[in-house]
């Protein structure tokens, strides 16, 4: 890994050498046939990710931007969406929806626990929700979405389904064509940045049509925005020798090497290596008393907010870890000062978390604690068995 630091936050993640190599790569024209063949490369293997028979937008903006461009080319100011909220960024489709003067709704569950889809069920049962908004795993939460159950509640109702896969796409399957029950149970819509589970620095937003989120749209004349309407990216995700407008290039080169990188490791392979490792430092963290918010059964393999043993001071923690290269992220709204969240996923090693869990016991000891740092590595490298 060549990050100097040890990035733990829950994204950006550790970037790795053949991407910088990508990223510092000439700059070439947007017209070029070399970057052309790039882009349609990154564009045929993202369809692979997300096993999508419909189009997948790459345009330069954060996960926000694919957030926005999800719920406006589906649903129009007035039609009904349903937010189903694990934390904040679950919370934040709200905000995005009354932004567009679209009549939200929410059911938001208590944080460190996924909502029930029973209450989903009741909820969509009121009847004419256009779709429903599900975060695949909350990163202030560190809860995982129950795909296996919501799904086939929310597809029943006859809305279409938006996942947010931004702290879960490339860690966690996220597969357009699968079926949940019914043939026609499918998910319609994925969202997600360059910059978590994928391993590229921040700066794409990636989301995935399935064929009814592209019928939403064409039924629509036109939308409340011009740089988010997919009507003007198809041509160019369909053909991207042609301009709308300037494609990120070297962004781009980093993209396509990061799912280069993804599909040589193997996405059933790359998903066994994230749940194990979210098994794997959540036991090694145990061992230090440091707890999971998120209920169990609803851990996320790509992060966890984990609360603080008593007595443990979040700032000179997290401030002593960073002076050693061990970066992690405070907790959010009320946790704050409370947990910290680290982030486990993308192209990182085993390697990595063993010497972080190691300097975090260091720290913990020169803060007075007692910690059994030889158990806490044990323990992690007997859940995380023989991943790289
Ligand atoms: C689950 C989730 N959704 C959306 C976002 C927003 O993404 P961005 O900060 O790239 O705009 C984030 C950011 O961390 C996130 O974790």
Known sequence: MPNKEMLLIPGPTPVVDPIYDA??????????????????????????????????????????????????????????????????????????????????ESLQAEWGKPVDPEAVRAKLAEGGFKAVTVTHVDTSTGVVADLDALVPVVKASGALFILDGVCAAAAIEEDMSKSYGDPDYRIDVVLTGSQKAIGVP??????????????????????????????????????PGKYYATPPINMIYGFNEGMEILMREGLAKRYDRHA?????????LNVYGFK???????????????????????????????????????????????????????????????????????????????PDINAAVKAFEAAYGDNP
Request: charged fraction near 15%; charge should be neutral; glycine fraction near 10%.
């Open 23 to 104: 990223l510092a790569s000439e700059t070439w024209a947007h017209t070029d046939p070399r970057f052309v063949s790039i882009f349609s490369n990154s564009l045929k293997l993202a369809k692979e990710l997300f096993h999508t028979d419909g189009e997948v937008f790459v345009v330069a903006g954060s996960g926000t931007l694919a957030m926005e461009m999800a719920v406006v080319n589906t649903v129009a100011p007035n039609e009904k969406l349903l937010v189903i909220s694990h934390g904040y960024f679950g919370d934040r489709f709200m905000l995005l929806g009354q932004a567009h003067g679209i009549q939200v």
């Open 202 to 239: 921040p700066g794409l937003a990636i989301v995935a049509f399935g064929p009814k989120a592209l019928a939403a749209r064409e039924a629509f004349a036109r939308i409340p925005g011009y740089y988010v309407d997919i009507k003007n990216w198809l041509p160019i995700m369909q053909n």
């Open 276 to 284: 194990a490792l979210g098994q794997a430092v959540r036991a090694g």
């Open 292 to 370: 999971p918010l998120a209920v169990k059964g609803a851990e996320a393999p790509t992060l966890t907010c984990f609360l603080y043993p008593q007595g443990l001071d979040d700032l000179s923690f997290r401030r002593a870890l960073a002076d050693k290269g061990v970066v992690i992220a405070g907790a959010l709204a009320t946790l704050a000062g409370k947990a910290c969240r680290m982030g486990h996923m993308g192209n990182v090693t085993g390697e990595i978390f063993t010497k972080a869990i190691r300097i975090i016991g260091e720290t913990l000891q020169e803060m007075g604690f007692a």
